[in-house]
């Protein structure tokens, strides 16, 4: 439970879901954690309340993911406030679910903007104050390997981005000591994909489970990657998806 003692993680969208259950498993094994969102400043707050409440240490920083500025600040204050990254895990994303051929070009710059671009930043920003040990985890997705279903052409193309840049950045910044991986998820419930949801049939029915995961799940690979067990993987494609793709 101690195995991120003295360490700081900043974990984009954290405010929810996934990015929410990561920040409080790196708070529970030690970190010190800043959480960044868009909107909803109460439910950033509730997140760090939580951490606090246990005993852990947090701030939340709004940043969209999308705004080039804020992502590079909110890496700087992360530093400013807690004197050091150490790992840095790129959760913040988004969907819009449609027929490829009915995408509007706004729609495709926005899941471009945050998913990949947004994640570029954000690790370029980490990359200037890492040290030897530092852990870059990206929050790809199990459609960036294989597309179970229609309608999430641009979001499958930036999560297999997120793939390559992952397994590329591992080559060239292994020298630094520095692991980068990429965290798949299958269906998980969460508020934007509820397992009672309309598209949940079918995505639970996909799984070798015949269930959704939970966002702890997802959080547990998070931590083995960010700690010192996970100090030989690195350029991993971690894919927990109940066998979706198997």
């Known amino acids: 439970m101690s195995s991120l003692i003295e360490k700081v993680a900043l974990v984009t969208g954290g405010s929810r879901g996934i990015g929410a259950a990561i920040a409080k498993r790196l708070a529970a094994d030690g970190a010190k954690v800043a959480i960044t969102y868009a909107k909803g400043a109460s439910a950033a707050a509730a997140v760090v309340a939580t951490i606090q409440r246990d005993g852990g240490t947090a701030i939340a920083i709004q940043a969209d993911a999308a705004d080039v500025k804020a992502v590079q600040s909110a890496v700087e204050k992360t530093v400013t406030c807690f004197g050091r990254l150490d790992v ?9 679910p449609k027929p490829f051929a009915e995408t509007s070009i706004e729609e495709m710059d926005r899941v471009i903007d945050i998913n990949f671009r947004g994640l570029m930043v954000a690790t370029q920003s980490a990359l200037k104050h890492m040290k030897s040990g530092g852990r870059i985890i ?8 294989r597309v179970a279903a229609p309608g999430l ?11 390559m840049f992952t397994q590329a950045l591992a080559r060239e910044i292994g020298s630094r000591d520095i692991t980068v991986n990429n965290v798949q998820p299958g269906p998980i419930d969460t ?17 070798a489970l015949n269930r959704y995961g939970n966002v702890d799940e997802i959080a547990a690979m998070v931590s083995l990657v960010a700690g010192p067990e996970g100090s030989y993987i690195t350029g991993a494609n971690l894919t927990v998806d109940g066998g979706m793709n198997a």
């Open 88 to 96: 840095l895990v790129n959760n913040a994303g988004t969907a819009i």
């Open 138 to 145: 990206n929050i790809g997705s199990a459609v960036g390997e």
């Open 191 to 207: 508020e934007l994909n509820p397992a009672a949801g309309d598209w949940a049939v079918p995505q639970k029915a996909a799984t």
């Open 153 to 163: 052409v641009p979001y499958a193309g930036t999560k297999g981005a997120v793939k």
